[in-house]
Every structure is written in structure tokens, then in C-alpha cells.
């Protein structure tokens, strides 16, 4: 099944709840949280208190990313504040499996992202710490940026990987999907996909949903 995971940094923050419930509405189960220092992207986003905000609001599984430098002194606050899933770079200052293997300590699901410039293979050695792995189709930082295809070609060879490794294992796209270029990202191979203003500021939600989840089932998903 597809899972859609839409990302708050396309939402309009004045009526967060209102769109949190809107979300609820269209029977999604995700919601994606950007959190970025400034450092490791040039942005500035949300902390450990809007996850727990987010936290008393829904029960949407809260789908956060870690866009900072150094994950690992954050991962305790992330996990106590409610996240149900944490995923950190592995172009991160931190060791990635040590960064892994924290999350998973709170007994809470771990997933792994790569940029645009970096290659698949370096999640391999990652996939027996990991429940999901992310692959960027933008540089991160800024919503509402265009989808890069070409970022799409390492999703078969990830899927090769996982399949390798025995685990069961997601694949999530984030960057720049829309309607328009949703079953691209399916058909290469995605089990999740990051939407922000792609579903935020459509006209009608419900059609984007209906779409993506016509494109799933012509793909057999």
C-alpha cells in the first residue's frame, strides 16, 4: 500500500489544525516533519516542542526528519516528544549506525536519507539498522521545489538492496511531488511519498489522493 506523508512545511501554519484535520479527512495516516538547524541547510524549521504539539493534536504517525548536523544529541528529545519515526542523513557529522541504533533504543522506527549527489550504495551497509530508507528528488532545505527524475533511478537498485537484505524495509521519496509526477515516483519503485504543497495548497485535496491512489493500483500497489 501507499502511504502518503504530507509534509507540514506546506501548510499554511496559521490553521495547522485546520489542515491536520483535513488530512485526517482524506484518510491519510502520516504526517512529515521537517526539522532543519541552518546549518546542515540553509533553512531554519521546527524543534522537539512541535512535534510534541503535533503530538497532542493528532495521532497521525509523525514521520520526522532530522536535517541537522549532528542528529544524535537530539534523538532522545525527538523520540520523548512523541516522534514515531526518525529519520537522520547519512551525510550527517554523526556515524550513521550509531545515530541508527539510537533511535531504535527508544524503541523507535529509524530510517536513513541520502541527497541528490549520494549514491544508493551508501545506504547498504546501513539496511540491517534501518525500517525505511528516504531519497531526496530535491536539495534539501525549501519546500516547493521541482522534483528532480533523475533522483528516481536509485530507488530500483535500493529496492535490489532491501530485497537482499531480507528486511522489510520502506522506501520514501521527498521532494517536489505532485499529482502530476506522483506514479513516476510509485513506478520506480516508492512505498511513501513526502507531499507538502503538492497537497496543501491543491484545490482539492481529495482529487490528489483519489489520483495518487489510482496511479498505485495501476501499478499493482
Known amino acids: 500500500m ?80 512523541g516522534a514515531d519515526l526518525i529519520t537522520v542523513h547519512v551525510e550527517a557529522e554523526d556515524d550513521a549506525a550509531a545515530m541508527l541504533r539510537e533511535i531504535a533504543a527508544h524503541g523507535v522506527k529509524a530510517g536513513i536519507s541520502i541527497k ?47 530485497r537482499e537484505s531480507g528486511r522489510d524495509i520502506l522506501l520514501e521519496v521527498d521532494g517536489g511531488i505532485k499529482q502530476e509526477n506522483a506514479g513516476l515516483a510509485i513506478a520506480a519503485g516508492a512505498d511513501v511519498l513526502v507531499m507538502g504543497t503538492g497537497l496543501f495548497r491543491a484545490k482539492e485535496p481529495r482529487a490528489v489522493v483519489d489520483a495518487v491512489m489510482k496511479e498505485a493500483a495501476a501499478c499493482g500497489r
Request: charge should be negative; proline fraction near 9%; glycine fraction near 8%.
Open 2 to 81: 501507499i502511504e502518503i506523508s504530507p509534509s507540514v512545511l506546506g501548510a499554511d501554519l496559521m490553521r495547522l489544525g485546520e489542515e491536520i484535520g483535513m488530512v485526517e479527512s482524506l484518510g491519510i495516516r502520516w504526517l512529515h516533519l521537517d526539522h532543519m538547524d541552518g546549518h546542515f541547510v540553509p533553512n531554519i524549521s521546527f524543534g522537539p516542542d512541535f512535534v510534541a504539539a503535533m503530538r497532542r493534536q493528532t495521532g497521525l504517525l509523525l514521520d520526522v526528519h532530522l536535517m541537522l548536523s549532528n542528529p544524535l544529541r537530539y534523538i532522545d528529545a525527538y523520540a520523548r516528544a
Open 116 to 162: 541528490p549527489g549520494t549514491p544508493p550504495e551508501a545506504v547498504r551497509p546501513l539496511l540491517p539498522l534501518c525500517d525505511l530508507v528516504l531519497v531526496m528528488t530535491v536539495e534539501p532545505g525549501f519546500g516547493g521545489q521541482s522534483m528532480r527524475e533523475d533522483c528516481l533511478q536509485k530507488l530500483p537498485a535500493l529496492r535490489e538492496m532491501i
